[in-house]
């Protein structure tokens, strides 16, 4: 009951009724100061600033109270403390304006903190929607859907195209082609066949397969992963007030202060004073407000900062880690290299070949090479006598030339062998990462068709900007060693560490954190969330980026623009640099306005009003971070 009444005097709509109340006891107190006193409040039964003080006050004592029971130490005293001191002081005397200043002034300040640093929900419940609810069990030779949870190891299931693999197995029988970019991240798909290693929650594309379960229930990958993004989300503490860690030192100082001057002048109204003008409301301030303005600035460029906390921490940042499929590449095949070997074949025939027999074809590699074609405007043929060999190859009929479509191994099975500058084109492309479709007809390999992941066109660029600020960047990536070593020196990247599981992602960010390093994870798929929740920041490509990788991240690119990530630190350091002015400002205009108590120039009255005008100036000049240019 009373943590919702406090709630509700906390809101916004209250504290513009706050502040309408405390400007409504302003006027009478300026001509009182600077003319003959206007009793504005005549026609009420009670002074204004006492609904200011009720609604402002309330929550503050409230903060201050919970404070000094639940924390430990030194820091049960907080700012909130002070300004509750001040507040009670300034109404001892009668003062109400000045104590509903301070605490308006502190109502303001939590709005802005709360404004600055909520965060996304967590796609947690998503990625649990990943795991396969049913798998097919093969018992004497009968097929029985069973829940998921009841696999145990030893089981022998079958998994027909389209369905997720339930558990982690291994495959003893029957060949087929697996999306399992869930865990890797990898866009190609990887042919699979007896014997080979198959994960829960991945995707059987085609062929159906028998497999024998391995790890079930919480050991297998899909519920690592989801344990892992659990542990991690526990591990995050959100960014206190700057004022609150000065406030233990702030609040005895002012009181012994308040004392000292109470006891030199034998005024009480220099000593609440003093109290008044010593409240940290501008500390307070300057923390949230800088931090709205370089959250609003980064909207501006398409750059989501889901906390103040990131904004602080990215500036530390040393270590740049990237996934890369979807992160420094658009995550989609294209075709990127075609050969011919038959002089009487060109390129564009080549084409308009390996298209056509692939267009009845469901295989990605297909639908990329088809979807290539007709971006060029190639009409393609008919596909007669289609037939497809999961995993291996097409054959197919076109314009009566009978072709064969995929690896060196399939065309081998139709009598067609790859020679010398076959196999040496493979192999290139090969130790380039990319995939090859070889085209051939009834007596020799006529051509092949290379196709690859397309990296960012600004990699390079942003690459080059992070070298010169002087930060190390790393990939860390489920591809194979030759695919991510190519793009990698494509990209500039400094290191490279391929073929990663996620748990093993997470294991090397936390040995460079062990290290020393503080580290910046930035990814896209669903497989890069444990890792963005281990590392120190974590940044996702927003608007094609998976929205686990997104919830999990605590910034995101919504424009897919990886070149803001120098713009991101630049920002970072140039808002905790804002932050630092502003309090060294904050702190020079309360020794000031103390000073000046002291000479009892000051009542609390127009203590009050200094007191809120170095507020003004500290939030102008956080403020004021919102148009800054970024060079």
């Known amino acids: 009951m009373v943590k919702r009444m406090n709630d509700f005097l906390a ?9 309408a109340f405390l400007l409504l006891d302003l006027i009478p107190h300026l001509t009182g100061e600077f003319g ?32 000094m029971i639940y924390n430990r130490g030194i820091s049960k005293i907080s700012s909130a403390l002070l300004i509750c001191i001040a507040m009670f002081s300034a109404i001892a005397i009668g003062d109400l304006f000045a104590a509903g200043e301070v605490a308006f002034i502190m109502a303001i300040g939590a709005l802005l903190q709360e404004a600055t640093t909520n965060r996304a929900k ?85 062929g159906a397969v028998d497999m024998e379960a391995t790890k079930v229930g919480e050991d297998s990958s899909l519920q690592k992963l989801i344990h892992m993004v659990q542990e991690a989300e526990n591990k995050q503490a959100p960014m206190q007030r700057i004022a609150d860690k000065c406030a233990s030192y702030l609040v005895p100082v002012a ?66 880690a990237f996934d890369k499929t979807g992160t420094l590449t658009y995550g989609r095949l294209e075709v990127s290299d075609i050969l011919t070997f038959d002089t009487d074949v060109s390129r564009e025939e080549l084409l308009f070949l390996a298209a056509s027999a692939e267009s009845k074809s469901e295989h990605p590699l297909g639908k990329a090479i088809v979807e290539y074609a007709r971006g060029k405007g190639i009409m393609l043929s008919e596909a007669k006598s289609f037939k497809m060999t999961a995993g291996r190859g097409i054959c197919a009929e076109i314009e009566g030339r009978r072709l064969y479509l995929g690896s060196e ?34 007596e020799r390999c006529i051509g092949v068709l290379a196709l690859s992941d397309v990296l960012r066109p ?25 695919a991510a070593d190519y793009f990698a020196e494509q990209a500039g990247i400094s290191e490279v560490r391929a073929e990663l599981l996620p748990e093993e992602k ?38 094609m980026g998976s929205d686990i990788a997104v919830d999990a991240a605590e910034v995101a690119l919504m424009s897919d623009n990886i070149s803001q990530i120098p713009y991101l630190k630049w920002l970072s350091n140039t808002t905790v640099n804002t932050i630092k002015v502003s309090i060294t400002l904050s702190m020079c205009i309360n020794f000031a306005a103390i000073l000046l108590s002291l000479m009892e120039v000051l009542n609390p009255t127009t203590g009050a009003l200094v007191h809120n005008a170095g507020s003004c100036l500290v939030v102008l000049i956080a403020a004021l971070l919102y148009d800054r240019k970024y060079r």
């Not at 002074?47 to 003080?53: H, K």
Request: net charge negative; proline share 4%; aromatic share 6%.
């Open 458 to 482: 600004d990699v390079k660029d942003m690459a080059e900007r992070l070298a010169d600020m002087r930060t190390w960047t790393l990939l860390l990536t489920g591809d194979s060693k030759k």
């Open 506 to 543: 997470v294991k090397n960010i936390e040995k460079l954190q062990e290290e020393g390093h503080k580290v910046c994870m930035i990814g896209d798929g669903v497989n890069d969330a444990p890792a963005l929740k281990t590392a120190d920041v974590s940044v996702a490509m927003g608007s």
């Open 36 to 67: 003959e006193r206007m009793e504005v409040w005549d026609f009420l039964p009670f002074d204004p600033a006492w609904v200011t003080i009720i609604i402002s006050g309330l929550p503050l004592l409230y903060l201050a109270v919970w404070r």
């Open 255 to 320: 009181l012994l202060i308040a004392i000292g001057a109470y006891i030199g002048t034998g005024n009480i109204v220099t000593a609440v004073t003093v109290l008044v003008v010593f409240c940290p409301c501008a500390l307070v301030l300057a923390t949230p407000t800088a931090v709205m303005a370089a959250i609003g600035q980064a909207a501006k460029h398409g750059v989501i900062i889901k906390s103040g906390e990131a904004l602080e921490k990215m500036g530390k940042v040393d270590t740049i």
């Open 11 to 19: 809101g916004l709509p209250m504290t513009i009724v706050a502040g």
């Open 409 to 442: 191994k399939f065309l081998a099975e139709y009598g067609v062998f790859a020679d010398g500058a076959v196999q040496s084109a493979l192999e290139r492309f090969r130790m380039q990462g990319k995939a090859s479709v070889l085209i051939s007809d009834e």
């Open 122 to 206: 967590k796609g947690l419940k998503e990625l649990i929607n990943l795991a396969p609810v049913t798998g097919r069990r093969l018992s004497d030779g009968r097929e029985e859907i069973i829940p998921a949870g009841e696999i145990r190891k030893g089981d022998i299931l079958r998994v027909l195209p389209g369905e997720k693999i339930p558990v982690d197995g291994q495959i003893i029988s029957g060949e087929t082609t697996v999306d399992q970019s869930v865990m890797t991240g990898e866009s190609l798909p990887v042919d699979k066949n007896e014997g080979d290693a198959v994960f829960s929650g991945t995707l059987n594309c085609f």
